[in-house]
């Protein structure tokens, strides 16, 4: 392994703590929730940590593997490690789509970052309050019309995140997770409390929680694989720049399970806290993002205490997208920073301006650049599945090969503490299980 060369994190727990952040995003909230109760519930869940075991943790631990050798940003790191392994240099690719995912995936998630900071401030001034659903309806198509508006939003929310990532890696990834996430983890517990005191609290455990085995199809099984590959922020470059920051001493299959189990408690927990209020009022189950948009404020809207309600909902959904937000920018910023003079601040600019440009062209699909398409998809929607059908699972899937099938053996068994029927476990899930698991993904989102 490479001498280390570049900021740390000062500890285990806050490296868990940032992994855990970038993991936690607005998929947490609702769709992994909505998921469990749709597809089996407990059933589902089994079959989700089954996938996470054999698909998600060992692409997790390879990404972080790989940014710890070579103690770089991805792209250099890559072309570092083949370089040295005696491979080809094109695995270097694998390092660009890493970078080039993330940084398409902030341009547009930065938009939705701006819906959120929108209705929080709108949860505090009261705009949901006694408005019908046509009202509530109107507030959110008026918003995504005016391109101003959202302009001002995503601004505001790059800001943010530009000057979180900007302080580097002490002051600014870990300041912001150590306040961040426990913040996340009290709002969550709020609201778990006032499910529990609504009376619906048992409906939404039964929901999420009762075995349906008639639900888990092969349909549903692929739905859990993706949900294991994509809830841990896998393929991004994330987990490669955040390795690059990692300690020898750290045992990167113990931090791994770590961060699958406490990924995997927010999103049941933040299924706990919305499915109440999704009952108590009768809403939409199936109405995905525009229930948190839409059907929720209505609810916020026409409840006793639903301003103090609606506040912290959408300052949590606030948070979890700040905690995915600055993990997409840094392998961004530790490309530029690296591979020009610039300084940490300076390169954060230019990786976060560039971001920002990109997301005004995401912003101005959903009104005057609406007739504009890409492959017959707006801009926003294109960029979306750019990323998350090609991008995410090809880098991944090459990460994986590559600590399975293209770094010595021994040497990787020995980093992750394993040997004899352990050892052979992890290179039959890391070299045959993990990469068809992300290849049925793939095909499938085909």
């Known amino acids: 392994m490479s001498k280390l060369s570049h900021a740390q994190w000062s500890s285990r727990l806050t490296f868990i703590l940032a992994a855990t952040g970038s993991a936690v995003g607005l998929g947490n909230i609702w769709k992994f929730p909505?998921?469990?109760?749709?597809?089996?519930?407990?059933?589902?869940?089994?079959?989700?940590?089954?996938?996470?075991?054999?698909?998600?943790?060992?692409?997790?631990?390879?990404?972080?593997?790989?940014?710890?050798?070579?103690?770089?940003?991805?792209?250099?790191?890559m072309a570092d490690l083949s370089r040295s392994a005696g491979r080809s240099r094109g695995w270097v690719a694998v390092g660009i789509s890493g970078v080039l995912g993330a940084f398409l995936i902030l341009s547009f998630y930065s938009v939705i970052g701006g819906w959120s900071l929108n209705y929080t401030l709108g949860s505090v001034i009261g705009d949901f309050s006694g408005e019908s659903a046509e009202g509530i309806e109107a507030l959110f198509t008026g918003m995504l019309s005016s391109p101003g508006e959202l302009l001002l939003w995503h601004t505001m929310f790059m800001v943010l995140v530009v000057g979180i990532v900007g302080r580097g890696v002490t002051q600014g990834l870990e300041s912001a997770v150590r306040s961040l996430m426990p913040a996340l983890g009290i709002l969550l517990l709020v609201l778990v409390g006032?499910?529990?005191?609504?009376?619906?609290?048992?409906?939404?455990?039964?929901?999420?929680?009762?075995?349906?085995?008639?639900a888990v199809t092969g349909e549903v099984v692929l739905a859990a694989m993706g949900q294991a590959?994509?809830?841990?922020?896998?393929?991004?470059?994330?987990?490669?720049?955040?390795?690059?920051?990692?300690?020898?001493?750290?045992?990167?299959l113990a931090t791994a399970r770590t961060v699958v189990i406490l990924d995997t408690l927010v999103a049941l927990v933040a299924g706990l806290a919305?499915?109440?209020?999704?009952?108590?009022?009768?809403?939409?189950?199936s109405s995905g993002?525009?229930?948190?948009?839409?059907?929720?404020?209505?609810?916020?809207?026409?409840?006793t205490g639903g301003i103090i309600l609606g506040l912290m909902f959408?300052?949590?959904?606030?948070?979890?997208?700040?905690?995915?937000?600055?993990?997409?920018?840094?392998?961004?910023?530790?490309?530029?920073?690296?591979?020009?003079?610039?300084?940490?601040?300076?390169?954060?600019?230019?990786?976060?301006?560039?971001t920002w440009v990109l997301g005004i062209a995401a912003l101005l699909s959903f009104n005057v650049w609406s007739e504009v398409s890409l492959l017959g998809l707006s801009i926003f929607d294109f960029l979306d599945a750019l990323t998350s059908k090609y991008l995410l699972p090809l880098t991944?899937?090459?990460?994986?090969?590559?600590?399975?099938?293209?770094?010595d053996r021994d040497s990787v068994a020995a980093e992750l503490n394993l040997s004899g029927g352990q050892a052979t476990l992890w290179h039959l899930v890391a070299r045959f299980i993990a990469p068809l698991g992300v290849i049925a993904v793939f095909v499938s989102s085909l």
């Open 34 to 77: 909505y998921m469990v109760g749709d597809s089996g519930g407990a059933a589902f869940v089994l079959v989700y940590l089954l996938c996470i075991a054999a698909v998600g943790l060992p692409i997790l631990v390879a990404e972080w593997l790989i940014g710890r050798r070579g103690q770089k940003n991805p792209i250099s790191t």
């Open 289 to 303: 993002p525009g229930l948190i948009f839409i059907t929720l404020p209505l609810a916020f809207g026409n409840m």
């Open 314 to 354: 959408f300052l949590l959904l606030t948070f979890a997208a700040l905690t995915s937000a600055i993990s997409l920018l840094e392998p961004v910023v530790e490309f530029v920073e690296e591979r020009t003079a610039l300084s940490r601040m300076s390169a954060t600019l230019v990786a976060g301006v560039a």
């Open 274 to 285: 919305i499915f109440p209020i999704v009952f108590a009022n009768g809403l939409d189950l």
């Open 229 to 252: 590959f994509f809830t841990l922020s896998l393929g991004m470059g994330i987990m490669m720049a955040y390795g690059s920051y990692l300690n020898e001493d750290v045992n990167l």
């Open 396 to 407: 991944g899937l090459g990460a994986v090969v590559f600590v399975a099938w293209r770094l």
């Open 194 to 214: 006032y499910g529990i005191a609504s009376g619906h609290f048992g409906q939404a455990v039964s929901f999420m929680f009762n075995p349906d085995w008639g």
